[in-house]
């Protein structure tokens, strides 16, 4: 080879690198396109090669395995391909600049060089970049305008690799450089062809990390599932070099699923519930549990979870997510079925990718905002509930979107990644309709069962998601349409006394108490059993502080949204001046808060009533009052 001061600093040999550790690289089971650019190789005209794939695909291990046969003298070769040398080019590495020469200067050196060396095959990954890289002051003298002359008259030879959609974005918007290249396309492995390449690499693993084929099914099977913007065989092959270190790590003489799985869960934030398939008690116990959390919507919780249980036993449509459409007053629930789902199904609250719909109401800015964050919230988190708070606020193009999201479970990002939403639990609320659902619930139960007052009250109810916008073909593709009743006074006492329960976790956990139920009241001031109390000698009528939040913040048209609001005002506020006063004093105070209320309540006569919330600090041992749940 005659002098290449130019090549020797800005390429690398591969036929050096690959002679040295033969073994550590290469492609298996690539005969087909392997024979392919070696024909392109040996053509006499249109002598270079675009190998096209996914990433991840190998399209450089194809690269490496056509060096692997040139230094083994394989007979799939030409004998004019038998003595050459590729040779690797970044192209970010011709930016340097030294004295007298720059980027354009570099590359034109390299291309002497290249001529002078006939036996050299210049081999350029991520091909693109030839596109407008080193072009300067709007001249239009890129890389692929100085490379282009000296391949078309055949001077050298370039082996290229890039993705499918971006040698359609950049080299056929050239026309001259696509015609210069001849094409090699690399498809995704199939699962079958991945685990032939992962019993390869296995095989020729040290005795002591062994990997039975159970974990090479694991690892093709969760690879494949949820992995999804990667490809085979890369994808499963870094999974395997993952799990390894995670076995020895975990002091495994045998790979395990836990190894692999883990893995999984870190990364892909995919719940260990769903990779350990441990879900028989989840389902059916994912009624029970979400009603602890969403009081008083047994029908519409039913209806979701029935269709959770039939999605998980595989009778469901598996190729898009379930999908819902929780309709109702403000403040009914809807929201919080969200976050139960979030939490009893895929096993954690922050499984929960919560977008205001709002937010995306103007046309095209819209709708690539939203596909953005959706894709890259959902990357990332795959299995999970994703929460659309007021659907009808966003613009029509962005439910087109969404449309195209339910119909095939997936959407591609800005970079070309195909995204899976498929296994995504899809909640969208509304109040649309809240005004005929209040109507509704007013009238009887047999009113309400009636088979042809349903039937009427459903017509009536999807005019009036059209009348809001909604296109028919965006309502026929949600899977449910649920109906959120409003709350009676019974459900909102039980809200009241499960937000009052964790306000006095919450305190229990600085050493202080909150009593408020009634029978508590009672065992403290016996008198508070007939509505009385006695204070300096007078009789005061006195109620429970759960029927005076009610009364202070519930409103059948806004739900018990307006209930923290209450609770702050009447209860916390109160606690928290007095535990921040004795902080600031250093004077102890008694550290049981017992509310109730003072005063007469509403009645027909006095629709306001003249009540308030009164409380007394007492120093209790706790242990030994019935403090009752």
């Given at each position: 080879?005659?002098?290449?001061?130019?090549?020797?600093?800005?390429?690398?040999?591969?036929?050096?690198?690959?002679?040295?550790?033969?073994?550590?690289?290469?492609?298996?089971?690539?005969?087909?396109?392997?024979?392919?650019?070696?024909?392109?190789?040996?053509?006499?005209?249109?002598?270079?090669?675009?190998?096209?794939?996914?990433?991840?695909?190998?399209?450089?291990?194809?690269?490496?395995?056509?060096?692997?046969?040139?230094?083994?003298?394989?007979?799939?070769?030409?004998?004019?391909?038998?003595?050459?040398?590729?040779?690797?080019?970044?192209?970010?590495?011709?930016?340097?600049?030294?004295?007298?020469?720059?980027?354009?200067?570099?590359?034109?050196?390299?291309?002497?060089?290249?001529?002078?060396?006939?036996?050299?095959?210049?081999?350029?990954?991520?091909?693109?970049?030839?596109?407008?890289?080193?072009?300067?002051?709007?001249?239009?003298?890129?890389?692929?305008?100085?490379?282009?002359?000296?391949?078309?008259?055949?001077?050298?030879?370039?082996?290229?690799?890039?993705?499918?959609?971006?040698?359609?974005?950049?080299?056929?918007?050239?026309?001259?450089?696509?015609?210069?290249?001849?094409?090699?396309?690399?498809?995704?492995?199939?699962?079958?062809?991945?685990?032939?390449?992962?019993?390869?690499?296995?095989?020729?693993?040290?005795?002591?990390?062994?990997?039975?084929?159970?974990?090479?099914?694991?690892?093709?099977?969760?690879?494949?599932?949820?992995?999804?913007?990667?490809?085979?065989?890369?994808?499963?092959?870094?999974?395997?070099?993952?799990?390894?270190?995670?076995?020895?790590?975990?002091?495994?003489?045998?790979?395990?699923?836990?190894?692999?799985?883990?893995?999984?869960?870190?990364?892909?934030?995919?719940?260990?519930?769903?990779?350990?398939?441990?879900?028989?008690?989840?389902?059916?116990?994912?009624?029970?549990?979400?009603?602890?959390?969403?009081?008083?919507?047994?029908?519409?919780?039913?209806?979701?979870?029935?269709s959770i249980r039939v999605r998980a036993a595989g009778l469901g449509d598996?190729?898009?997510?379930?999908?819902?459409?929780?309709?109702?007053?403000?403040?009914?629930?809807?929201?919080?079925?969200?976050?139960?789902?979030?939490?009893?199904?895929?096993?954690?609250?922050?499984?929960?990718?919560?977008?205001?719909?709002?937010?995306?109401?103007?046309?095209?800015?819209?709708?690539?905002?939203?596909?953005?964050?959706?894709?890259?919230?959902?990357?990332?988190?795959?299995?999970?509930?994703?929460?659309?708070?007021?659907?009808?606020?966003?613009?029509?193009?962005?439910?087109?979107?969404?449309?195209?999201?339910?119909?095939?479970?997936?959407?591609?990002?800005?970079?070309?990644?195909?995204?899976?939403?498929?296994?995504?639990?899809?909640?969208?609320?509304?109040?649309?309709?809240?005004?005929?659902?209040?109507?509704?619930?007013?009238?009887?139960?047999?009113?309400?069962?009636?088979?042809?007052?349903?039937?009427?009250?459903?017509?009536?109810?999807?005019?009036?998601?059209?009348?809001?916008?909604?296109?028919?073909?965006?309502?026929?593709?949600?899977?449910?349409?649920?109906?959120?009743?409003?709350?009676?006074?019974?459900?909102?006492?039980?809200?009241?006394?499960?937000?009052?329960?964790?306000?006095?976790?919450?305190?229990?956990?600085?050493?202080?108490?909150?009593?408020?139920?009634?029978?508590?009241?009672?065992?403290?001031?016996?008198?508070?059993?007939?509505?009385?109390?006695?204070?300096?000698?007078?009789?005061?009528?006195?109620?429970?502080?759960?029927?005076?939040?009610?009364?202070?913040g519930y409103r059948k048209s806004l739900g018990v949204r307006p209930l923290?609001?209450?609770?702050?005002?009447?209860?916390?506020?109160?606690?928290?001046?007095?535990?921040?006063?004795?902080?600031?004093?250093?004077?102890?105070?008694?550290?049981?808060?017992?509310?109730?209320?003072?005063?007469?309540?509403?009645?027909?006569?006095?629709?306001?009533?003249?009540?308030?919330?009164?409380?007394?600090?007492?120093?209790?041992?706790?242990?030994?009052?019935?403090?009752?749940?």
């Open positions: 080879m005659t002098n290449t001061p130019y090549l020797d600093r800005f390429t690398t040999s591969l036929n050096q690198i690959i002679s040295a550790q033969p073994d550590e690289y290469g492609a298996f089971g690539r005969d087909v396109e392997l024979g392919r650019l070696v024909r392109i190789l040996n053509q006499h005209k249109k002598n270079s090669a675009a190998i096209l794939g996914e990433a991840g695909v190998g399209k450089t291990a194809l690269v490496e395995e056509l060096v692997k046969r040139i230094i083994t003298q394989d007979d799939i070769l030409h004998e004019t391909l038998l003595d050459r040398q590729v040779i690797s080019l970044e192209l970010a590495s011709l930016m340097e600049s030294t004295a007298g020469s720059g980027f354009a200067s570099n590359l034109h050196h390299i291309v002497d060089e290249v001529k002078a060396n006939p036996k050299i095959l210049l081999f350029i990954d991520e091909m693109h970049e030839l596109i407008g890289t080193g072009a300067e002051g709007g001249s239009g003298m890129d890389a692929g305008n100085i490379l282009k002359p000296a391949i078309g008259r055949g001077e050298i030879q370039v082996i290229g690799a890039t993705t499918n959609n971006e040698f359609r974005q950049y080299i056929e918007s050239d026309n001259a450089m696509e015609r210069r290249f001849d094409k090699v396309l690399l498809d995704e492995f199939t699962p079958s062809q991945t685990r032939a390449t992962l019993k390869r690499i296995v095989d020729d693993l040290p005795a002591s990390a062994e990997v039975p084929d159970e974990a090479l099914d694991t690892i093709i099977n969760f690879s494949d599932r949820y992995i999804t913007t990667h490809f085979f065989p890369e994808k499963a092959i870094t999974l395997l070099d993952n799990a390894l270190v995670e076995s020895k790590m975990n002091n495994h003489s045998v790979m395990m699923e836990s190894d692999i799985a883990s893995i999984i869960h870190e990364r892909y934030h995919v719940p260990m519930s769903v990779l350990t398939e441990e879900d028989d008690e989840r389902l059916f116990q994912l009624y029970e549990r979400m009603q602890t959390q969403v009081i008083g919507q047994d029908a519409a919780l039913k209806k979701i979870v029935t598996m190729t898009k997510p379930l999908s819902f459409l929780l309709a109702g007053t403000p403040g009914v629930g809807k929201t919080e079925t969200a976050k139960a789902i979030a939490t009893h199904y895929f096993g954690d609250e922050r499984q929960l990718i919560r977008f205001d719909m709002s937010e995306f109401k103007f046309a095209k800015q819209s709708m690539a905002r939203f596909a953005e964050r959706a894709a890259e919230a959902v990357k990332f988190n795959p299995y999970s509930v994703l929460l659309l708070d007021e659907i009808e606020k966003a613009d029509p193009m962005v439910l087109d979107l969404l449309l195209q999201i339910l119909d095939d479970g997936r959407l591609t990002n800005e970079r070309g990644q195909t995204i899976n939403f498929k296994d995504l639990i899809v909640v969208m609320t509304t109040n649309i309709g809240h005004q005929l659902i209040i109507e509704r619930a007013a009238k009887s139960e047999a009113y309400r069962h009636d088979p042809q007052h349903q039937e009427t009250f459903g017509k009536n109810f999807e005019n009036a998601l059209l009348g809001a916008d909604l296109r028919q073909e965006f309502i026929s593709r949600i899977g449910a349409t649920i109906i959120f009743e409003p709350l009676e006074i019974p459900n909102v006492k039980k809200i009241i006394d499960l937000k009052l329960s964790r306000l006095n976790k919450q305190a229990q956990r600085q050493g202080y108490h909150l009593i408020y139920r009634d029978q508590d009241v009672i065992d403290l001031i016996p008198s508070f059993s007939d509505s009385l109390e006695y204070v300096n000698e007078q009789v005061v009528e006195s109620h429970s502080l759960i029927d005076f939040l009610v009364d202070k923290d609001d209450s609770i702050m005002d009447f209860v916390q506020a109160r606690m928290a001046e007095s535990i921040l006063n004795e902080r600031r004093t250093g004077k102890a105070n008694c550290h049981t808060f017992v509310f109730r209320a003072w005063g007469a309540p509403p009645d027909e006569t006095h629709p306001k009533g003249s009540w308030q919330s009164v409380v007394t600090q007492v120093e209790l041992d706790t242990q030994k009052v019935g403090i009752h749940e």
